[in-house]
């Protein structure tokens, strides 16, 4: 029964993507063909063929250079690295604010329109002023990535630490328990679900804010770097931003499916409250 | 239901009573002044309509509703105190299992919260589940298993620490009836080899009768107690006691306790409610 299943789903995916290509093809066949100007004009230049992007890849990425998926995996891994360590500050802040937060509506109600506010301050603002702060360099990409990372898990985490019922409170106060054993034994596990649906937001979002980081730092190893150089180079080679774009979100899908693995092996919840 | 000489009483109620407030005005009396005293060893049903506080008066025991007025001595001390000597186990109508602990770790909540070491914790687990008759379900989840199975690691979970009173607040409520006789007739059992003392919260009168030594009567608007009726039903019990012409009596006479507190007509009214849901 599992296997099907899992075969099912996997058929289920290749569908979809096998139905996302045949809209883009479609599009760009029935664009071509009708000579069609809006919203943009149709041709090699806008949408270039599939083939041609994942073709791309293994062109070289210049005149006897190294191909060009060698230099984009290469990029992918140096912003890996940055949004790993973003991703891992950014989620552990936003864990321990959402347990202050918890313990505490006076802390709750002083601290959460500031954290809230924080987030609607663009990034691109706050990225040059970490650079001119920290310098440039890993940290202070790592800093931008964890102010994308923390949002969503310290909201979800105060939500999950409130979650559990309360006679499972009540059964703890019939053991006369502590805080912190009621913290550990009961809040954190109930929390497990709502905290891993702030990962799943939280990871890709993490190799974003690296990206974003990359830019006021001017550093050209990762796929910042990558993006800016092909966006130059687009009227003669349109497809080798595309297959950036495509590394780059293998980067994000990676990273969200590595939270999903992570929380299969960690949460044991009934099926009622699993995401 | 007198304390023995030597002996402290389980549990002894001197005046308790309890005010809920409400909105503005007097408050709601939940409880008015409640004299109860449990022995050692007794299993004592507190039974009543919905509403009668029957449920407040367990918790106020367990020193998780803290009493407006009155005395509560739990095992010779204040209820305060033997909370935090983790003098009693609790099972609510809902077995509150934690659903991510397997049937294992969640029996052993209580152990790891009284600081016993894995070893230790693993030898009572097996114990437990014999007692529960659950041995090899404890690597399960709780969601795979049955109300009745969830409601017996429930009880273990309860008894692993081996507390000298257990209260159960309508334990079998949500059962249906083959379950809920069944467990009653392993309650009984569970309840002789571990020598605990019980206060058992029902709405059900023959399971009242069925398990007790002495069953308290309570009435609603204010909870009191209106009665007490000594059950002199012999021990053990089996299936064949709930056909026994005692058996009968005594159910009439809690019955009729009921009727006079106004018990029974609120029973009765619970009853028709229930139909009235089902439909």
């Excluded at chain 1, 092996?265 to 409250?273: D, K, Y």
Aim: glycine share 10%; aromatic share 8%; charged share 20%.
């Amino acid at each position: 029964m599992v296997a099907r299943g899992r075969v099912r789903g996997v058929l289920v995916f290749l569908a979809v993507l096998g139905a996302l290509a045949a809209i883009w093809e479609g599009y760009k066949a029935i664009g071509e063909a009708t000579g069609l100007t809006w919203p943009f004009e149709v041709n090699d230049r806008s949408m270039p063929h599939l083939h041609d992007i994942v073709g791309e890849l293994f062109e070289p990425s210049r005149r006897n250079g190294p191909l060009l998926i060698g230099v984009l995996l290469k990029a992918a891994v140096f912003t890996a690295r940055e949004a790993i360590l973003g991703f891992l500050l950014g989620a552990t802040t936003g864990f321990l604010l959402g347990i202050a937060l918890a313990h505490s509506r006076l802390l709750e109600r002083g601290f959460l329109p500031y954290i809230v506010a924080s987030q609607t301050i663009p990034i691109l603002a706050i990225a040059p002023m970490v650079v001119v702060w920290l310098g440039a360099g890993l940290f202070s990409v790592a800093i931008i990535a964890a102010y994308l990372t923390f949002f969503p898990v310290t909201i979800n985490t105060l939500r999950g630490l409130r979650s559990a019922d309360p006679r499972a409170h009540e059964l703890m106060d019939s053991y006369a328990a502590n805080r912190w054993a009621v913290l550990w034994k009961l809040r954190v596990p109930a929390s497990m679900p709502y905290l891993f649906t702030a990962l799943k937001i939280s990871a890709p979002a993490s190799v974003v804010g690296a990206i974003i980081g990359e830019l006021p730092s001017s550093i050209q190893g990762g796929l910042a770097g990558a993006i800016l150089n092909y966006n130059i180079y687009y009227i003669t080679s349109p497809a080798s931003l595309w297959a950036t774009d495509v590394i780059a979100a293998l980067l994000g899908i990676g990273f969200f499916g590595t939270v999903v693995v992570a929380e299969r092996l960690v949460v044991h919840r009934a099926p009622e409250h699993v995401a | 239901m007198s304390a023995g000489p030597v002996r402290p009483a389980a549990v002894s109620l001197r005046g308790v009573s309890k005010r809920f407030a409400g909105r503005g005005g007097e408050g709601v009396s939940a409880l008015s002044p409640i004299d109860l005293d449990v022995g050692p060893g007794e299993f004592v049903s507190l039974i009543g309509p919905s509403g009668c506080g029957k449920s407040t008066l367990l918790r106020v025991v367990g020193d998780l509703v803290a009493p407006t007025g009155g005395s509560v001595q739990v095992n010779g001390k204040p209820a305060h105190q033997a909370r935090r000597d983790r003098d009693y186990g609790i099972v609510f109508q809902d077995p509150v299992l934690y659903d991510w602990r397997t049937v294992a770790r969640n029996i052993a909540l209580p152990l790891e919260m009284l600081g016993w070491d894995r070893q230790r914790r693993a030898g009572r687990v097996q114990e437990m589940l014999e007692l529960v008759e659950l041995t090899g379900f404890e690597g399960h989840h709780p969601w795979q298993l049955s109300g009745g199975m969830q409601q017996r690691v429930s009880i273990a979970r309860a008894l692993s620490f081996s507390p000298a009173l257990l209260l159960m607040d309508e334990p079998f409520g949500a059962l249906d009836e083959m379950t809920r006789e069944r467990l009653n007739g392993e309650l009984l059992r569970i309840w002789q080899q571990s020598g605990c003392t019980i206060v058992f919260v029902t709405h059900s009168i023959s399971e009242a009768v069925f398990l007790s030594t002495t069953v308290a009567v309570m009435s609603a608007r204010p909870g009191r107690i209106v009665g007490v009726v000594d059950i002199d039903l012999p021990q053990p019990r089996t299936v064949d006691t709930r056909e026994e012409p005692r058996f009968f009596e005594l159910v009439t006479e809690v019955r009729e306790r009921l009727r006079k507190g106004g018990g029974a007509e609120a029973l009765a009214e619970e009853e028709l409610l229930l139909v009235e849901e089902e439909r």
